[in-house]
């Protein structure tokens, strides 16, 4: 049997905990700088191989071929990879903090493989006032700044330009995490969950400023409001789109941050010049 393995994301340790006798692969390298286990917030996820014994119910959403999510039990349940069933799974998550498992239908029981781990996220950063978006970070200088932007924006692009620069430390060129620092702002941490250009790191540094990132004919810098900082981040973000009440609050938070930080969207070409325009400082 596998011992326990912890990871700690953005202030949250994430313990896998192998039953039956199942043998989990080693994590992939990005996981590295998150290996280990701090006091607070911690959620402990079983690994277990066969079918989930709780009755499917009603589907609550799709996002379809990857995953669904249906009523089940006393929780809720996310079918995941049923196109391809030698990967297969199903994550079992209890309500009000209840317990969490993955269960195994196919032979690959890689926990780090699909969007398990990252759905499992959402429900907790849903419930403790945090936000997983679609993000590059950048931490220089004790300040974070945000890229935001879907696939295809340019997140990659730019995290290797700042890289080239050396001035400060990439957290993650695709998947990012926000929560609130305790004192009116907001933290950015990096995720092990890269894009193509595989930068993961933890973070956890003040977010300064947000931009919101276009292709452009020129290098340009244009203040958003603050309705329109809200649709971005709607529109970058992974929510629980499947539960009102959630996604009530997550709008919330989306005006409470838009409200607080300075966003701008950001025209660029994939050149250094994009870099000289970052280096002002950043005001509405």
């Not at 596998?2 to 692969?25: K, M, N």
């Not at 903090?97 to 996220?121: H, K, N, S, Y």
Request: hydrophobic letters at 45%; charged letters at 25%; aromatic letters at 8%.
């Amino acid at each position: 049997m596998s011992d326990p393995l912890c990871f700690t994301i953005a202030g949250c340790t994430l313990e896998l905990r192998p039953e039956g006798g199942l043998e989990v692969p080693p994590p992939p390298a990005a996981f590295s700088a998150f290996r280990d286990a701090t006091d607070g917030e911690r959620m402990t996820l079983h690994l277990a191989a066969g079918e989930p014994p709780q009755p499917k119910g009603e589907c609550l959403f799709a996002s379809l071929p990857v995953w669904s999510l249906h009523r089940a039990g006393n929780g809720m349940l996310f079918e995941m990879l049923a196109h391809h069933p030698p990967r297969r799974r199903s994550l079992f998550v209890a309500r009000r903090r209840g317990l969490r498992r993955l269960w195994f239908q196919g032979a690959d029981r890689d926990p780090f493989a699909g969007p398990a781990l990252e759905l499992l996220f959402v429900l907790h950063l849903a419930e403790h006032g945090g936000l997983l978006l679609h993000g590059c970070g950048f931490a220089r200088g004790g300040r974070g700044l945000l890229f935001l932007g879907e696939s295809g924006a340019g997140k990659s692009t730019i995290a290797r330009l700042l890289a080239q620069e050396g001035a400060g430390e990439i957290v993650s060129d695709d998947r990012v995490i926000l929560r609130r620092d305790g004192r009116g702002g907001f933290l950015l941490y990096g995720t092990p969950w890269h894009g193509e250009a595989r930068f993961a790191a933890r973070g956890g540094v003040p977010l300064a400023a947000a931009f919101l990132l276009r292709h452009g004919r020129e290098h340009r810098k244009i203040p958003l409001s603050r309705p329109a900082a809200v649709s971005g981040l709607l529109q970058c973000s992974f929510a629980p789109l499947w539960d009102r009440g959630a996604m009530a609050e997550t709008l919330r938070r989306f005006d409470e941050l838009a409200g607080r930080v300075p966003f701008f969207a950001l025209e660029f070409l994939p050149d250094r010049g994009v870099l000289e325009l970052l280096a002002e400082a950043p005001r509405r």
